[in-house]
């Protein structure tokens, strides 16, 4: 694609004359009234200004200009490409529909594949899931969030079994790998970044490295994947191949766990990079890698409201959690009282008393008796303590989860774990619910459709 450089256009008009010369015979010019004006008394002459004031207006304006030209070139540039993996016939974003502007919360799974070699060290078309984060951006709270899912994390994988959560993505790609993450939090996925394995190194060098606080030497050579990390102690630049060694050690006490902080420290480490002024001048360096390098199926201008949000959000810095648990035989296995109140906080605004005290009642109008038992246990499932369920008559309709004095984010909590649900605010009736009920759930004949079946209960191997 070739650009045309409109700053450099040889047929652009020569600038208008200026200076004394042009002041002169503008003054000459008859009925001219400034210069048959009376002339004030010559005082003494003006003090040139000083240098470094001219400098404190200017170059101000100069980075303005070059933000706003790079910025320009970039948004230009993004409109032109599609990264892999973006269906362009879905609708876009309710919540990323303003360009630019966040409006409601969004959860992006980001996922890192591995490498899989068989006897002979060929390379197989089949990939683990070795990195798994969920970030939530939150224009409400105006923060980022995101909670790291160590690779060894005991979960039921949908229509497979209880496995090792890395092994979903070999089973079902990013698809199933969303549905295991979904059925393990209780949380809705509504995006994906897929980062391949020299992905992460190409995105690093793209931005000139980033500095890391090596906490301890690491070396490792693996002969068979054919990779070598060799790492110093203390503070240093890593370029992407040994950022991305430092991530991938786990040849220490905590195994998997210290991987996991490592990646939370690196995160940290590049939210901070992208928040610099000089991130603009390797915007189209990191676009060039972020294309050629990652599947997603966000557009284009969805992850530039996303990168946008990230640099103006001031809930303070990037808030980055491990997924509560124990060291099992061959497993993480998750704590899943912590975990309920770790994800209901994090993506929901739900607090652990909120989460014992509101109480949610459940109507089940859709003629199935299984679907009302299946929509209280999964509330039950996700920490809520106060759950009824009683059976009425509703004609048609939609399911609905009506807020009256739960908390709109506690609706919306209740309306996630639903399914697809219309949320709705206002006084109890005969119909939607008790007097004390803060949340009340009428299920209709769609309920048993659009349950998502988001349960975070205890993987069971039986």
């Given at each position: 694609?070739?650009?045309?450089?409109?700053?450099?256009d040889p047929?652009?008009?020569?600038?208008?004359?200026?200076?004394?010369?042009?002041?002169?015979?503008?003054?000459?010019?008859?009925?001219?009234?400034?210069?048959?004006?009376?002339?004030r008394?010559?005082?003494?002459?003006?003090?040139p200004?000083?240098r470094w004031?001219?400098?404190?207006?200017a170059l101000p304006?100069?980075i303005?200009?070059?933000?706003g030209?790079?910025?320009g070139a970039?948004l230009?540039?993004?409109?032109?490409v599609?990264v892999p993996g973006t269906?362009?016939?879905?609708?876009?974003?309710?919540a990323l529909a303003?360009?630019?502007?966040?409006?409601?919360r969004?959860?992006?799974?980001?996922?890192?594949?591995?490498?899989?070699?068989d006897?002979r060290?060929?390379?197989l078309?089949?990939?683990?899931?070795?990195?798994?984060v969920?970030?939530?951006?939150?224009?409400?709270?105006?923060r980022?969030?995101a909670?790291?899912i160590?690779r060894?994390t005991?979960?039921?994988?949908?229509?497979v079994?209880?496995q090792?959560i890395?092994?979903?993505?070999?089973?079902g790609?990013?698809r199933l790998?969303?549905?295991?993450?979904?059925?393990?939090?209780?949380v809705?996925?509504?995006?994906?970044?897929?980062l391949g394995?020299?992905?992460?190194?190409?995105?690093?060098?793209?931005?000139g490295?980033?500095?890391?606080d090596?906490e301890?030497?690491?070396?490792?050579?693996?002969?068979w994947?054919?990779?070598?990390?060799?790492?110093k102690?203390?503070?240093?630049r890593?370029n992407?191949?040994q950022?991305?060694?430092?991530?991938?050690f786990r040849?220490?006490?905590?195994?998997?766990?210290?991987r996991?902080?490592?990646q939370?420290?690196?995160?940290?480490?590049?939210?901070g990079r992208?928040?610099q002024?000089?991130?603009?001048?390797?915007?189209?360096?990191?676009?060039?890698?972020?294309?050629?390098?990652t599947?997603?199926?966000?557009?284009?201008?969805?992850?530039?409201?996303l990168?946008?949000?990230?640099?103006?959000?001031?809930?303070?810095p990037l808030?980055e959690?491990t997924?509560?648990?124990?060291f099992?035989?061959?497993?993480?296995?998750?704590?899943l009282?912590?975990?309920?109140i770790?994800?209901?906080?994090l993506?929901?605004?739900?607090?652990?008393?909120?989460?014992?005290?509101?109480?949610?009642?459940v109507?089940?109008?859709?003629?199935?008796?299984?679907?009302?038992w299946?929509?209280a246990?999964?509330?039950?499932?996700?920490?809520?303590?106060?759950?009824?369920l009683?059976a009425?008559?509703?004609?048609?309709?939609?399911?609905?989860?009506?807020?009256s004095?739960?908390?709109?984010?506690?609706?919306?909590?209740?309306?996630?774990?639903?399914?697809?649900?219309?949320?709705?605010?206002?006084?109890?009736?005969p119909?939607?619910?008790?007097?004390?009920?803060?949340?009340?759930v009428?299920?209709t004949?769609?309920?048993a459709?659009?349950?998502?079946?988001?349960?975070?209960r205890r993987?069971?191997?039986h």
């Open positions: 694609m070739v650009v045309r450089d409109p700053f450099n047929d652009q008009a020569p600038s208008s004359p200026s200076g004394p010369s042009a002041a002169a015979d503008a003054a000459q010019t008859p009925g001219n009234e400034a210069a048959q004006a009376p002339q008394p010559a005082g003494p002459p003006a003090r200004r000083p004031r001219v400098l404190l207006v304006v100069a303005v200009i070059v933000a030209l790079a910025l970039y230009y540039v993004l409109g032109r599609v269906d362009l016939r879905r609708p876009a974003s309710p303003w360009p630019l502007r966040l409006t409601d969004v959860n992006v799974l980001i996922i890192g594949i591995d490498v899989t070699l006897n060290r060929r390379v078309n089949v990939a683990r899931a070795d990195t798994l969920l970030a939530s951006f939150d224009p409400h709270r105006r980022i969030v909670l790291s160590p060894d005991r979960a039921e994988i949908p229509r079994g209880v090792k890395n092994a979903s993505y070999a089973y790609g990013p790998t969303i549905a295991t993450v979904e059925h393990l939090l209780g809705k996925v509504d995006f994906y970044v897929k394995p020299r992905s992460f190194a190409r995105i690093i060098d793209a931005l490295g980033i500095e890391v090596v301890k030497d690491m070396k490792y050579t693996d002969s994947a054919g990779y070598t990390i060799d790492l102690r203390g503070r240093q890593l992407g191949e950022a991305t060694g430092y991530i991938r040849h220490d006490a905590l195994g998997d766990i210290g996991v902080e490592r939370r420290r690196v995160m940290h480490t590049l939210l992208f928040k002024p000089s991130i603009v001048l390797a915007a189209p360096r990191l676009l060039r890698a972020f294309v050629e390098n599947e997603s199926n966000l557009r284009p201008l969805e992850l530039l409201t990168g946008w949000f990230a640099l103006r959000a001031d809930g303070g808030r959690y997924l509560p648990g124990t099992a035989p061959m497993f993480w296995e998750p704590d009282p912590k975990v309920r770790l994800v209901a906080d993506f929901y605004g739900v607090s652990e008393a909120e989460l014992a005290t509101v109480p949610i009642e109507v089940n109008a859709s003629g199935h008796p299984a679907v009302g299946q929509v246990a999964r509330l039950q499932a996700l920490g809520f303590r106060t759950v009824r009683r009425a008559r509703v004609a048609g309709g939609v399911t609905t989860v009506t807020e004095g739960g908390g709109p984010h506690v609706a919306r909590m209740v309306a996630a774990a639903v399914g697809k649900a219309v949320v709705t605010q206002g006084p109890s009736t119909v939607s619910g008790t007097s004390s009920a803060g949340v009340t009428i299920l004949r769609d309920a459709e659009n349950a998502q079946g988001a349960s975070l993987a069971n191997p």
